[in-house]
């Protein structure tokens, strides 16, 4: 079991006032909040967090927390002292619902259902439903093209044969069906929390997002795609081949087409009972001038196209 | 507890055409009418029809009733705080998702 520095974690030094401690973690939760944050481990940041602040913001077990001393290293190898549990007095921790934290929390200040009151809880006709459960997939644009299936990791909460609760480690395979969007769910039935006794099992949601693209953009069924051209495939039209998810397609450029026009695909964006549209926004590149060819053409066309992109803008 | 290590599961695809009651909606949040009454006259969800005493709302209802859930116990906000902060990160999203149109040509190039 490793060391965990709650001080650390939360950015304050050790002999912070607790309302320091409290507006440090009010500061912290408000960055690390998984549905406000934009950073990628926000979830694991702010479980840490609130793990640290369970523990600082409560000065009996802040107290104990102190008493191990602070030679400790995060990370470090860590046993709770012989007689912890009797002498700080965590050692039946209430029931209940809460968050599962770190095996070192457990440790030290008890697990969610002491092993007493388990004795005397679960009679043999006490039933309850297990509780819905939501998990969040990122999937790539070509798994709603194709239809896929994705490997998931879930930390399931268990009771086990001590009455405390342990993480397990589950992995489900789940079909990704053809043509799902993003902001859909996918409901697998049974596979939430487990129910007690004769209880059925909650259902497991999962919502489903696309893993940014470099080149495929998302709305909706549409699916939008910037394309690089060059200035004479704009200019006099032409078929290109452009990648699309499901398959090569030839795109016909319409001759003295712009830069950042749109061109509509029908029924090439994601697939379903009303296909989205692809659209491709053609991004016209301009071969680098480094030869004497490329000076040349461009000379030629600053002579005779008496072209000014300029020409809109006036001097107020 | 099953294990499903490998075999392999099928679901429901479920979104916004997908209806859900007011019964259900309390289940999957784990929460009490009273707070979903509380989030309708919040504004912060919209039942899409009721019949007799029954009210249905979209499934993306779900979402919000949690993100409020979490938003409040996790940072002591109150309703028309969690309401305010709903409504801010739709518009990020539907920014965010504008921007990744517009913007894709990454190279920071000029747009007509």
Redesign the interface.
């Known amino acids: 079991m490793k060391y965990k520095d709650y001080y650390d974690v939360m950015g304050v030094s050790r002999d912070a006032s607790q309302d320091e401690i409290k507006k440090a973690y009010r500061k912290l939760a408000r960055k690390y909040h998984p549905d406000v944050s934009e950073s990628d481990d926000a979830g694991e940041r702010f479980k840490e967090l609130g793990e640290a602040y369970a523990v600082l913001k409560d000065p009996e077990k802040r107290e104990a927390y102190d008493q191990l001393g602070s030679d400790w290293q995060a990370g470090q190898e860590f046993r709770p002292p012989p007689g912890w549990q009797e002498s700080a007095g965590f050692g039946g921790a209430a029931g209940g619902q809460r968050e599962h934290y770190s095996d070192f929390f457990e440790d030290l200040f008890g697990g969610g259902f002491s092993s007493q009151g388990r004795a005397g809880g679960f009679r043999g006709n006490f039933q309850a439903d297990g509780q819905d459960q939501q998990a969040r997939i990122l999937i790539d644009i070509g798994d709603s093209y194709h239809g896929a299936t994705r490997s998931l990791q879930l930390q399931v909460p268990e009771i086990g044969d001590d009455g405390r609760v342990y993480n397990r480690q589950r992995t489900l395979n789940v079909k990704i069906p053809r043509g799902i969007k993003a902001g859909q769910q996918i409901r697998l039935k049974g596979q939430g929390g487990p129910g007690l006794g004769d209880g059925r099992s909650g259902d497991l949601y999962l919502e489903v997002g696309f893993r940014p693209d470099d080149h495929f953009r998302v709305e909706g069924r549409d699916v939008y795609l910037t394309l690089p051209v060059t200035p004479w495939e704009a200019g006099l039209g032409g078929k290109v081949n452009v990648p699309v998810p499901s398959g090569d397609i030839d795109l016909s450029i319409p001759a003295n087409s712009g830069q950042g026009r749109k061109l509509r695909v029908r029924g090439k964006g994601l697939p379903g009972r009303e296909a989205g549209d692809l659209f491709v926004i053609l991004d016209v590149i301009c071969p680098p001038a480094d030869s004497e060819a490329a000076r040349r053409i461009y000379g030629e066309m600053r002579d005779e196209l008496g072209f000014d992109p300029r020409s809109g803008m006036r001097r107020s | 507890?099953t294990?499903?290590?490998?075999?392999?599961?099928?679901?429901?695809?479920?979104?916004d055409s997908t209806e859900i009651t007011i019964v259900q909606l309390c289940?999957?949040c784990?929460v009490e009418t009273e707070l979903v009454e509380r989030l309708v006259a919040e504004g912060i969800i919209e039942p899409s029809r009721q019949e007799g005493d029954m009210l249905y709302f979209p499934?993306?209802c779900?979402?919000r009733t949690?993100?409020v859930l979490?938003?409040r116990s996790?940072?002591?906000v109150n309703m028309a705080g969690a309401a305010l902060?709903l409504e801010l990160?739709d518009r990020i999203d539907r920014l965010q998702?504008r921007l990744?149109?517009v913007a894709?040509?990454v190279r920071g190039?000029?747009?007509?």
């Open positions: 507890m294990e499903h290590e490998n075999s392999m599961i099928e679901g429901q695809v479920i979104d289940r999957r784990a499934q993306s779900t979402r949690r993100i979490r938003l996790d940072l002591g902060a990160l998702s990744s149109v894709s040509p190039r000029n747009r007509r």
